[in-house]
């Protein structure tokens, strides 16, 4: 037997050796006019012989008035959406539909929601759809379901309403480590705006400069971002999600970091010396761009070193040009080895060694004329 039968005032009534259709009568208190009220009236069939015993119909007398079966609701649920999604409540009465009757969504400060689509589920029960329409921001409501019919009045429990916030992280990401192809964060997740439990946490990440975006599932208290870039400026943004459609809240504040660079992929390619006079040599090298340097600060110099009079001389001048660079102030016909050297704040990479000899001073012919 029900707990809730063991509860409040019970009655028995033995229909043995009656006959189908004849009637029991229960009164109860006279009621307050002009208030609400709630009646459950429960019962129980059973039968000596364990077969069926029939079925007990109810009719409910209001006032003096006439006598109806008045529909009786089924315990309405509360409903919880996020916010800016539809609601609905499902009104489940016993009784027979008939297209007079008129049943509708009533809020706790009395304004009635209009149904939307009723059903006749059988014979003795029917349901209706009813569609709340705000739910535009947080809050929590009450709503009953009302009938009136020529049966009689009903009315169901009141159910709650409550709409919820999606969450949003209140910080950005921490970032723990930087490396030139990864950056390592943790997401920040545990203070927000809006409402929990959060089934799901994403990573959503691009580039300043870019248009695309990526989003990955976090399932753990840190997570690696991979396959980035070197020297990248990246925006990183944690996403959050609760129950239900539309649980995922906006985006958190970002966090803005940069990649390492990477160590040049290889040195100048493809050098060669393209004119030789007695002082001053001039290179030509392959160009490159973001590919080989992996970064965008980097140094191209040449580093040399020739002989002259027995004294060694070495040097090292910067490159500012792109695909030639000419050396000055050499000496003539000296051995001068060369190199070019690519470097970032990671690391370096040379070109192959160059030797080559300056020319010897030309003799300058001079013409004299007299008169």
């Known amino acids: 037997m029900r707990r809730d039968f063991l509860e409040g005032s019970f009655m028995v009534v033995n229909a043995s050796g009656r006959a189908s259709g004849q009637k029991a009568h229960l009164y109860m208190p006279t009621l307050k006019e002009n208030d609400t009220h709630c009646i459950d009236f429960l019962y129980s069939l059973s039968s000596r012989d364990g077969a069926s015993p029939g079925t007990l119909n109810v009719y409910i007398k209001v006032n003096g008035g006439a006598q109806g079966k008045a529909p009786h609701f089924l315990r309405l649920q509360n409903v919880e959406v996020n916010v800016g999604q539809n609601a609905t409540f499902q009104c489940t009465a016993g009784g027979k539909w008939s297209q007079h009757d008129k049943l509708w969504l009533q809020q706790w400060n009395g304004k009635d929601t209009a149904l939307m689509v009723t059903r006749v589920v059988n014979h003795r029960r029917f349901s209706a759809t009813v569609s709340v329409g705000d739910t535009s921001q947080r809050s929590t409501s009450r709503y009953r379901c009302v009938i009136r019919s020529d049966g009689g009045s009903g009315v169901s429990n009141y159910a709650d309403l409550i709409v919820k916030a999606p969450p949003t992280p209140i910080a950005p990401p921490e970032l723990l480590a930087v490396g030139a192809t990864y950056l390592w964060i943790k997401p920040n997740a545990?203070?927000?705006?809006?409402?929990?439990?959060?089934?799901?946490?994403?990573?959503?990440?691009?580039?300043?400069?870019?248009?695309?975006?990526?989003?990955?599932?976090?399932?753990?208290?840190?997570?690696?971002?991979?396959?980035?870039?070197?020297?990248?400026?990246?925006?990183?943004?944690?996403?959050?999600?609760?129950?239900?459609?539309?649980?995922?809240g906006p985006p958190g504040p970002p966090l803005v970091t940069r990649t390492k660079c990477a160590d040049p992929v290889h040195g100048p390619q493809n050098v060669n010396v393209v004119d030789v006079r007695a002082r001053q040599l001039t290179i030509q090298w392959e160009t490159f761009g973001y590919a080989v340097t992996r970064c965008h600060s980097y140094n191209l110099t040449v580093q040399y070193q020739y002989v002259?009079?027995?004294?060694?001389?070495?040097?090292?001048?910067?490159?500012?040009?792109s695909s030639h660079y000419t050396l000055r102030g050499l000496r003539p016909f000296v051995t001068v080895r060369l190199r070019l050297v690519l470097a970032n704040p990671e690391g370096s990479k040379e070109s192959e060694e160059i030797v080559k000899q300056t020319e010897e001073d030309g003799v300058q012919n001079i013409e004299y004329h007299f008169n």
């Open 308 to 321: 002259f009079n027995q004294q060694e001389f070495v040097a090292e001048e910067l490159i500012q040009t």
């Open 190 to 248: 545990n203070s927000i705006i809006g409402d929990g439990p959060i089934i799901l946490k994403e990573v959503e990440y691009r580039t300043t400069s870019g248009n695309w975006a990526e989003t990955h599932v976090v399932d753990s208290p840190t997570y690696k971002l991979w396959h980035l870039d070197p020297d990248v400026e990246y925006e990183i943004k944690v996403l959050l999600s609760r129950p239900g459609e539309g649980g995922t």
